[in-house]
């Protein structure tokens, strides 16, 4: 079973940040917040992972609490093409034997309009 | 460009009729991994490989096999397919991490939609 809670819909304007909030309150402290999209049908896509400290890249912003139990992906500006699910997953960095194995939940469905 | 590439990306096919979808990454990852996608279950894994000639099984393994012959390829094969595999399949790649690698996210192929009849 997946070990965090999303919720199912968000619905976010086109041009605004979305802010996308994730709950994993038994995250143990050898691991990361890892964050995948599918658009459509479309293969996973990684966006952004971390540990304790704040992330930022090309795609998006991580903020992570200090208790670790939750965690928010921020899509500074929304556009149409962000329309896709969102997966948050819990997991060791490594990837040895079944480490590998990214267990997705059922994500947030992020619809953005115009 | 980086990628993961699946054959073919939709296929129809019949009971019992013995099938394969190739997969091929151009990164020169170590780890490769196949998943299906159904509605109401999310993705599960299949089959990993953490390298050439290792292999094994994920959360779903019945009815597939896998072989890693050479690092880049790591086909999926049905041997004798059937209705309940009717999904979409997604293969994916990734670097073993170690002390001062790069990221360890995982590359998706586009998915094959499998439909077996």
């Known amino acids: 079973d997946a070990k965090t809670t999303q919720p199912p819909s968000m619905d976010c304007a086109e041009g605004r940040a979305a802010n996308l909030p994730c709950n994993h309150s038994?995250?143990?402290?050898?691991?990361?917040v890892y964050w995948y999209r599918q658009i459509h049908s479309q293969g996973p896509q990684y966006i952004i992972h971390?540990?304790?400290n704040n992330e930022t890249n090309e795609m998006a912003s991580l903020i992570i609490t200090e208790d670790r139990k939750s965690s928010t992906l921020i899509l500074p500006h929304a556009t149409l093409r962000d329309t896709a699910v969102y997966y948050c997953?819990?997991?060791?960095?490594?990837?040895?034997?079944?480490?590998?194995?990214?267990?997705f939940g059922k994500g947030t469905k992020l619809s953005v309009k115009p | 460009e980086a990628q993961v590439t699946q054959n073919p990306r939709y296929l129809i096919t019949v009971t019992g009729k013995k099938l394969t979808v190739t997969c091929s990454q151009n990164?020169?990852?170590?780890?490769m991994s196949w998943y299906r996608q159904d509605p109401g279950l999310g993705l599960r894994q299949i089959y990993y490989?953490?390298?050439?000639?290792?292999?094994d099984k994920g959360d779903v393994p019945e009815g597939y096999k896998v072989s890693r012959k050479e690092k880049r390829n790591f086909p999926l094969i049905l041997e004798s397919p059937s209705p309940n595999q009717t999904s979409l399949y997604f293969c994916?790649?990734?670097?073993?991490?170690?002390?001062?690698?790069?990221?360890?996210?995982?590359?998706f192929g586009q998915g094959t939609r499998l439909t077996v009849v």
């Open positions: 997953i819990v997991r060791v960095a490594g990837y040895g034997g079944s480490q590998g194995n990214l267990i």
């Open positions: 490989s953490m390298n050439v000639e290792v292999t």
């Open positions: 038994t995250i143990s402290g050898n691991e990361y």
């Open positions: 990164m020169n990852h170590e780890y």
């Open positions: 994916a790649s990734s670097p073993t991490p170690s002390p001062g690698r790069g990221r360890t996210e995982a590359f």
């Open positions: 971390g540990l304790k």
